[in-house]
């Protein structure tokens, strides 16, 4: 007996997710390059049901990992999970859930620190540009890294 189209859409959707977790517009994406644009919102509304698709709880866990594993910056987090076809407001509310913007500059200081000794041969000016460019990298806005290499070299000079 052959599977219904919905189905094998679903299947196929459930074996892309078997990997990583994904957002809902990468599961349209993939949908759509399998050929199932007929079926992709029947699918969608069956994967969601099942709860194997929610924006929310990826958004958050996306940043918690993230955030914590690699050490990146609210910008960092925001671009990626856009890139990841997320909605802003879903973004910002798992932001300020996850990573308030008030913990930004403690964090920032804490990577600086680290990546401060291990500049420990290079002096103090080079040292700072270096660690600032290192934070804003990992998405840490322009005034939280000054904020920390400021800190660091004020600390050296005493």
Not at 48 to 69: H, K, M, Q, Y
Not at 146 to 157: C, F
Request: glycine share 8%.
């Amino acid at each position: 007996m052959d599977k219904a189209p919905e189905d094998k859409a679903f299947d196929q959707a459930c074996g892309f997710l078997s990997y990583r977790p994904r957002t809902r517009h990468e599961l349209v994406g993939y949908l759509a390059k399998r050929g199932w644009n007929d079926i992709t919102e029947i699918v969608m509304e069956r994967l969601e049901r099942a709860g194997l698709v929610d924006d929310t709880e990826f958004a958050t866990a996306w940043i918690r990992e993230r955030a914590t594993a690699k050490g990146y910056g609210r910008r960092r987090l925001m671009s990626e999970l856009t890139r990841l076809g997320v909605e802003r407001r879903t973004i910002d509310a798992a932001l300020d859930d996850e990573y308030p913007a008030e913990t930004e500059t403690d964090r920032a200081a804490g990577l600086a620190a680290e990546r401060w000794r291990r500049l420990s041969t290079v002096d103090p000016y080079k040292k700072g540009q270096q660690v600032f460019g290192y934070l804003v990298r990992r998405g840490f806005a322009a005034g939280a890294a000054k904020e920390a290499v400021d800190a660091l070299i004020r600390g050296e000079r005493d």
